[in-house]
Structures are given as structure tokens and as C-alpha cells.
């Protein structure tokens, strides 16, 4: 069909917004509340555009034949301006003088708005006595975007608005503080938040501290997740592999040793593997059901009291292989574990909450995101793209495919099937790409036979797909859940956007670093084949339970 | 008074022995529209409604009567439930809907026990399988608004959200549903069942610095004069609102108080209420206390409605104590504009007619204010 | 107040109802009820408050025995509600929102309960008084105390 946008005539297909053929045809019109894979609220109405004289929304109004669009005349400018005053009273106004990077300031800078001519509104409480997530009432917006991503994808509404009019606010039930609510910290919100209200907690400072001081060994590990995102935050396509570079800004930076959360990954497949096979032999319960996504895990906590049983007792990635440096690694050192310091960066904000859980909080000591990450190779002034490119350090750098799939959906599973069918039948995979688990499908399942039993397992990533696969729970063996959407890749601490779009393209650059390692089977990895021969004893065994396992904790609302 | 005629059932029988269609014919030809405040010809929302294809569907008697000024509902409801009901009754026989509920407000809370009996005599008295429940408000003005009543009731905020989906179409519950104010509905029996149904009368509802405060029946068109002789001044009126949300005019004896003429003059007869301000009152302070009722009952979803009404009643309080410039009377208008072009729903377009039609109409009584 | 949770969820099953319900009997809505609420219907907690929240005559915090309503809309406001609003204030020492010290009375200021054409008037525990003048309002606060 036709319309008239801006005095000229474009085409445009049927169910397109004003906005789309905006888009499509290089019109700016700003918007905030707007999310993209979500349909619009209009709540900010900063997209108004004039329709036929009249002012409406262009990120929900739908393109009719013959409308008259008109984007920047003086009716539209008015209105739009005055709104993004109306915002900028309520959002800190120091904002204004010291122009951050929200989209909302951006949005004043693009639009000239030179004056504020309302009061600002009243000072609000800090929420930021949490461990991963931090809120600012003073920033917030209203735009509803953090409420409709906790509500309608991971289907907790751990956040929603309360009150009425200008008092109305978002906040956990009771106004209570996000970490004492029964929030995952899966960080979602955070990534959706245009204006910073909802951040992660920032331990840069701690971090900087810790390296700065001489007598502290401080050891950096990074997830899998990161060398395949961190380039965006410097300018690279999502999923272009970056781990030569990373490494090497993580030695710029001062750490001491800069490990690969990597290793930590193929041993936990090891110990997995092993208790799986274990529990179908004991036909103790099961399904087992992964516990590295500390998400999950709270989740379970607080409202699956009943499959607290099913959680694999092993910790995650990063959590072994801190404790793996605090023992074995400063036992060959010589170095004292207390002079030891972990920092794992994640592309996760519960992981912050996770190494602060108090049966593992000596294993790490802080965890940046990606985004932290990225904020302090910029503030080093490290020119990121011309860093040559660096190794791990050894030994605990040296990792396989099947670890560098943990960041994407249905990696763990992969990757914990590559090795339990391999150790337990004695036999060779002869295709090791798990297929059926790879993808941005919301629940995917499969089944694989070994010892003549037919083991089904399933996948689901994103709270809403959670729930969902856990209706029918009962007819699987094994079950791997990751509460972000896409698996860690599209994790809480990720560079902002975190699009569809772009978790698959980051999803793709791990299972090309998958494909092209020389090992892609965690039980191959000498490193740790030489761990447990050395250290650990037996895969599942008492010293390996005490350092590599841990417990749950029924949690109330 | 027409709107008290009782149809005893007479009305509901007449209904179940005709087709759908033609009840929705007759009520069109009828010209029966919408007394909330919309004038929605209500045989087209039925009509749509009745046309889609689904098991359940329900239809809302909006009993949120919540607009300043305004208590004909509530005279209907005390007077002649029975019509409302035997209206409710034919409205779900002729869309199809076996579940009608009322959205009473709480502050007419008082009226339920009286109302739940009549409705159980009246349905034992059909015969029919159609069940009406009474769902009570909990106080909040903005539920008045269709979409925000369908919110409320399925247990969320009780925000409006975006129309399209249409109720008729996709409603509570995500299913066709129709919303019709009380009045409409107490007057559907009448226009089934009396051959002399005016259309054209309906209910004032007067109050404000008057002698007689009340309800009173008269055909639109009636003069501004006419009704306050009605209403007995109390004092001299020096203007008229028609609600919080319809705007003020100045008062002329002559005026015709039609939808035509009050629309022209920037305000909005809506469901034809009247408040009476004699000149004691400063329109500056009346200015005041209108906004700070929508800044009260704003539901905060959109930004201009939000953050716009608490900065109007600002501005206002400003003039009011003789803080202000004379800049800060075209803000306040430049203001009032936007949030009457922006917002998202009914509530935050009217919430600045008050101010807009007060400078257009009382900009000295503002000026002098202004140092 | 468990037992009859479900009791009353059964009977009122829209959120709303179970609310207004709740509130009647304990008085206001309690984060206890609202934990056992959304356990037994499945609505998150976060939701069930930021709806309790939403409303005038809902409330999360413990109230008075008597709680009043009173209009300050337009057809009051002519008739005098401004006045009567200060006595109130100055005769139980709180203001909008407020509960007095010894838990009798909470006062809310609000809009218009559609008793216009009895300006000025107010709503106490739902029941409606008009034609109030300061005399009318004193005695009406009186037999509450007593």
C-alpha cells in the first residue's frame, strides 16, 4: 500500500507500524519504551508523530492506505520536546549536565532540548545493597520496559508498577529491595533499561584495589561467553571472535595470571557427566537438571522447593575453578590461599549474587560483566583493537570445543553428552554436534542411547521456556535450563543492545571456536586428567565433592 | 420522568421473541447512543459484538460513575434498578453473552445489597441462564474508561491500554465484549417498549451554588438559563463546568446546552452534567482544585498525563498564591496543549479542557494574578 | 486469615473481589495475605501489590476503625468541603492519608462520591454523610468515639 510520510509517497506492506516504514526508509523518529521483539505499550510517547492531524504513536499505529504522516512539523516537535522535558524533570538532572550515554539524554542532545522548564521531582531511596543488581528510582523513566521483560519472557515479575499517577513507581512487592525479593538476578531488566535505573553492581573499584595492592596474586578467569561478545563494546560485529585480544587487555590491565573460565567448564562436565551416569545407574532422582545458571538455581530455590533433589550438586564453571585455584593451583605456586584474589568476568549479573553465596564465597572473590570488563580496558585507555593477540596462561588456560559451547543454549548439554556417552559406552562419537540442542528454539529435546537405555534429555533457556519444559519434567533424564534467553550469550552483564539478532550471531561465533579447537571433548583435556591424577583422586570422589559440589537452600518469597 | 417508567419485564419478553438482528435494528433506528459520556450509537457496538464467533462473551453494565458533578447513575440505580437490569438482560440475549458483570464503584457501595436481590428476583423471573455479577471499584476515576474496566477486572492496574484490539472484538478476557454505561442501558427496555422514547432527554445532573441540587430530565438543547432556573442559583453564576473533564464557559442564559454548541465553545457536554460556580469563587482556585483531582486520578501509564497533570497543579497552586509570571501562564498553556494532544487515553486529553477553556474564557482573573 | 483464604479465593475468584474482601476483614491488604494469595493463585506477589496499590479505597498498611472518604471535587469544594477538610484535620490532628494515635480514625481526601447534590459530604467505612456542616461533622466524629 501507499502512504504520504513527510510530503513524499512511500510503499509499505500491510501490518507494518508508522515507525517500521520510517525505518525501512532512513526517517528518524526517537523512541524509548519501544522494545524491539515486543509488541508496544505507548507509554512514553516520545515516537508521537502527526497522523491525519492527529498525534499518535508510531511505534504501534499501523499503516493504513493514503495516511498522512508527518514526523518533525511543529505540532509533533512540540509535543515531543515537552515530553522529553516532562522525563528529564523526573530522571536525575544531572544527567543533563554531564551527558551520559542513556538513550534518553541522547535522545536531548539529538533534539537540541536546551531547557527544562519543570521542577524536578522528588528525591527518591537508592536500591543498591544487592550484590548483582542495582536500582535507581531518581533515573527511571516509567518506560515499562525492565516490568515487561521480567513479566512476559521470563515470567517472574519479580518488578511491576505500584501506586497511581506520579507516584507511581517500579518496585518489587512492599517496596522491598531487590535482594530481598524473589528476584534472580538474571539481569534482563538491565539489559533492557534505557536510562541505567537498573544496573549491575559495579566492582570495578574493588577490582582495581585488589590488582593495585602488591601483596594480592589476583588471578582473572573469563567465561565463554566473553570472547565471542566483548568485541562490540569496541566496535566488532556480534560473534567475531575476540579471546587473543581479551586476553591480552586482561594483562594490560595488571591481573597477575588471566585463566580460562573454560577449563573450569570441561571439569565441570567431568564431574557432571559422571554424577548423571551415577544417578541412572542408582536410578537416584532424576531427571538431574544443570546447575551452573545461578538464575535457575535462585529460581528453583525460592519456587521449585520439590526439584532442589534433581539439581546436579556440581558447581559451576567458574565456581570449580576458583576453587581449583585456591588449592590445587596455589599448593604448586606456593602461594597462600588468602593471598590469592578470583575475578571472574561474566556475561552475568546472578554470578555476582552466585559467588557471594555463603557455602562458595571464598572460591571467588569478584565478578565483573562484560560490560565492566569493557568499561575498564576504556578507562586503561587500551586501544583494544590493536592489541596483538595473547595465550591463557598455563595450566589453567588450556580448554576444549565442548567448554566454549556453555555459553550458548544447549552447550552444557552438548557438551556433558559428548562425554557421557563416551565414557560410559567406552565408544567413539561419530558425529559430536548435538544439533538438536543448538538453536535459538525456545525448548528443544532429544533422546541418545547408551548401554541400551534410551537417555532423553532437553533443553530451555529464558524463565518463560523454563517453566514451560518444566511442566513436563518427568520425561527426561537430563535437563539443562538457562534462565536467559539464548543461554549465557544473552546473560544479564552482556553488551547492551542484546537483540535476537545478535545473541545468534554470538552464539554462532562460539560454535565456530568449538569447531575449530583441536579438542572438543572435556574428558580429553590433559590439564585436568592430570588434576585428578595428581589432585583431585577419583572423578566424583570425596576430595573432588568437598571442593567441586555444593547445596541448595529452600528460599520463601 | 421518562427515565422512572417501569417496564416490568414487558420489555425483556419483547426480546427473547425476536431475532437478534432485528432488536439491533430497532434500537438503531431508535437512535439509542451511548450516555457515559461517548455517544457511541450502542446498536453498532452490540451489532459488532454479535458478529464475532465465540462461546463466551461478556457484556460490562459501567457503573463507575466517576466524573465530578455527576450522579445520575446512582439516581438510576436508587430509583429504577429494574430497567438497568431488564437493559443488562436484553443486552446479553441479543450479543450472545451469558456473563454480564457490573462495575459498580466503591464509593456507591451502599447500593449493592439492594441491587444483588433485584437481580436475583428479576433472572428467577426470566428464566433465564444468564448470570449477572456485581464487581465493586476501588476507587480510581480512570477505571470509568472501557478499556482500563476490562484491566481492573481481570486483576491488573487498572490502566486502559491500546485500542486496536476493539472490546466489541476482543475484550475481557480476550473476548467480544461490550461495554455500555447504566444510563444507556436503563433506557434500552424503554426504547424496546414505549413508542414514545424521546431520545433527545436526558439526565442533568446539577449541583455546585445552587438551591436545588439534582437530577433533572430535559431534552438537550435546553438553555443554560432554563436549567439554572432549575437548579436555583445560589448567588450569581459567573460560570458553568461541565464536569472536571468537560471544561468551563462563561455563564449566558442563552446558551444552548447541545453537543454542537458546547463542542465549538472547547468543552464537552459528555454525560451532561452541570456544576454552577457563582462569582465568590475565583476561577483561578476552581482551576486548582480540578487539577489537582486529575493529578489525583491520573493512572501514570503515559508520560505527559504523568508527569504533565502534577506540573499543571503546580503551575496553578503558583497563580493561585500570586507567585507566578506572566511566562508562566503560557506555559501552562503550551503545556495544556500538549498533554490534550499526547496523552494516551480520555482522561489525560480532557485533564487540561478545564484550563484551557478558564484562559480562553477567565484569562484576567489569571493575569491579575501574575505580578 | 489462611483458612479462609480459600474459602474466599473460591467464592470471589477475580483478584479484585479477593482484595476488597481481604481488606474487610483484616483491615488492609498484609504482605502475609499477599504471599499466601499468590501461592495459591498463581499471580506473582509483585503483581498482586502493584494492583493493591493502584487503588483509593486499597491499602497496604494497617488503618483506622473508622476510615473517611471526603470529597474536595468542584460541587463540594463550592459548597465549603475546604473548611470542613481543616476542622477535620485540626479536630483528629492528621492529615490525608494519616491514622490518629489511637488507631480510631484514617482520612483520606479524595474526589467526588457522586453525593452532589448534598455538598459537602464524605463516605465513613463506605457509608455516606451529607449536608455536612462543621456542627454535623463534629457530632458525626463524636458518636464514632464513643
Known sequence: MQIRLNSRDIECDEGMTILDVAKENNIRIPTLCHQEDFPSEARCRVCLVEVDGKLMPSCSTKAREGMVVETENKNV????????????????????????????????????????????????????????????????????????????????????????????????????????????????????????????????????????????????????????????????????????????????????????????????????????????????????????????????????????????????????????????????????????????????????????????????????????????????????????????????????????????????????????????????????????????????????????????????????????????????????????????????????????????????????????????????????????????????????????????????? | MQILEKTGMKAWNKAVSMKPDDIINLIGEKKLIGRGGACFPTAKKWGFAKEQESDDKYLICNADEGEPGTFKDKFIMENNPENMIEGILIACYTIGAKQAYIYLRREYRYLEKGLKKIIIGMIKKSGTDINIEIILGAGAYICGEETAIINSIEGKRGEPYLKPPYPAVEGLFSKPTVIDNVETLANVPLVMFDENWNPDLRLFSLSGNLKKPGIYEAEVGITMGELMKMGRPDGKIKAVYFGCAGGCMSFKKDTKVDYDVIDKAGCMLGSCTVIAVNEKNSIVDMAAVIAKFFEFESCGKCTPCREGTMRILALLEKISLGYAKPKDIELLEELSIVIRDSALCGLGKSSTTHVLTALSNFRNEFEEKCR | MRGELDKIIDEKKLLLPILTEIQDREGYISEETVREVAKKIGIPMSKIFGAATFYSFLTTKPQGKYVIHICNSPSCYVNGSMNLIKVIEKELGIKSGETTDDGLFTLHIGSCIGCCDNAPAMLINDKEHFNLNKKKVKEILDRCRS
Open chain 1, 77 to 557: 516537535k512540540r509535543a515531543r520536546h515537552m515530553n522529553i522535558e516532562l522525563m528529564m524533570s523526573a530522571h536525575m538532572q544531572s544527567c543533563f549536565v554531564d551527558v551520559k550515554d542513556h538513550a534518553l539524554c541522547r535522545i536531548v542532545a539529538e533534539e537540541g532540548i536546551k531547557d527544562i522548564r519543570f521542577t524536578p521531582a522528588k528525591e527518591q531511596v537508592l536500591d543498591d545493597m544487592g550484590r548483582a543488581i542495582t536500582r535507581d528510582p531518581n533515573k527511571c523513566i516509567k518506560c515499562g520496559r525492565c516490568v515487561q521483560v521480567c513479566r512476559d519472557i521470563q515470567n517472574i515479575t519479580a518488578i511491576d508498577f505500584a501506586y497511581r499517577g506520579h507516584h507511581s513507581k517500579v518496585t518489587p512487592y512492599f517496596d522491598k529491595d531487590l535482594h530481598d525479593s524473589y528476584c534472580i538476578k538474571c539481569g534482563q531488566c538491565v539489559l533492557s533499561c534505557p536510562v541505567e535505573a537498573i544496573t549491575e553492581q559495579d566492582h570495578i573499584p574493588e577490582v582495581l584495589k585488589a590488582i593495585a595492592d602488591s601483596r594480592k596474586h589476583v588471578v582473572v578467569q573469563t567465561a565463554p561467553s566473553i570472547r565471542a561478545s566483548l568485541g562490540e563494546s569496541f566496535g566488532n560485529e556480534p560473534g567475531t571472535l575476540v579471546k587473543g585480544k581479551m586476553v591480552a587487555a586482561a594483562r594490560k590491565l595488571g591481573f597477575d595470571r588471566v585463566f580460562d573460565t573454560n577449563i573450569g567448564a570441561d571439569l565441570t562436565i567431568i564431574e557432571e557427566a559422571n554424577e548423571l551416569i551415577e544417578r541412572i545407574k542408582n536410578n537416584r532422582p532424576l531427571p538431574m537438571i544443570t546447575s551452573c545458571c545461578p538464575g535457575w538455581v535462585k529460581y528453583a530455590e525460592h519456587f521449585r522447593h520439590d526439584l532442589l533433589p534433581h539439581l546436579s550438586t556440581c558447581k559451576s564453571p567458574h565456581e570449580m575453578l576458583g576453587a581449583v585455584i585456591k588449592s590445587y593451583y596455589a599448593e604448586k605456586q606456593g602461594i597462600k590461599p588468602k593471598d590469592i584474589v578470583v575475578v571472574s568476568i561474566m556475561p552475568c549479573t546472578a554470578k555476582k549474587y552466585e559467588s557471594a553465596r555463603e557455602e562458595m564465597k571464598d572460591d571467588v572473590d569478584y565478578v565483573l560483566t562484560t560490560r565492566e570488563f569493557a568499561k575498564m580496558i576504556k578507562m586503561h585507555k587500551i586501544d583494544f583493537d590493536k592489541l596483538e593477540d595473547e595465550d591463557f596462561d598455563n595450566p589453567l588456560g588450556l580448554s576444549t570445543g565442548a567448554a566454549a559451547l556453555f555459553g550458548a543454549t544447549g552447550g552444557v548439554m552438548e557438551a556433558a553428552l559428548r562425554t557421557a556417552y563416551e565414557t560410559a559406552t567406552g565408544k567413539t562419537l561419530t558425529k559430536i554436534e548435538f544439533d538438536q540442542v543448538r538453536g535459538i528454539e525456545g525448548i528443544k529435546s532429544g533422546d541418545i542411547e547408551i548401554n541400551s537405555i534410551t537417555i532423553k534429555f532437553a533443553v530451555a533457556h529464558g524463565m518463560g521456556n523454563v517453566q514451560e519444559l518444566l511442566k513436563s519434567y518427568k520425561e527426561y533424564h537430563f535437563i539443562e535450563l538457562m534462565a536467559c534467553p539464548g543461554g549465557c550469550i544473552g546473560g544479564g552483564g552482556q553488551p547492551i543492545p542484546t537483540t535476537w539478532a545478535i545473541r545468534k550471531k554470538r552464539m554462532e561465533g562460539l560454535y565456530e571456536e568449538d569447531h575449530n579447537l583441536p579438542l572438543r571433548k572435556s574428558h580429553e583435556n590433559p590439564v585436568l586428567i592430570k588434576a585428578y591424577e595428581e589432585y583431585l583422586g577419583e572423578i566424583g570422589g570425596r576430595k573432588a565433592h568437598k571442593l567441586l559440589h555444593t547445596k541448595y537452600f529452600e528460599r520463601d518469597l
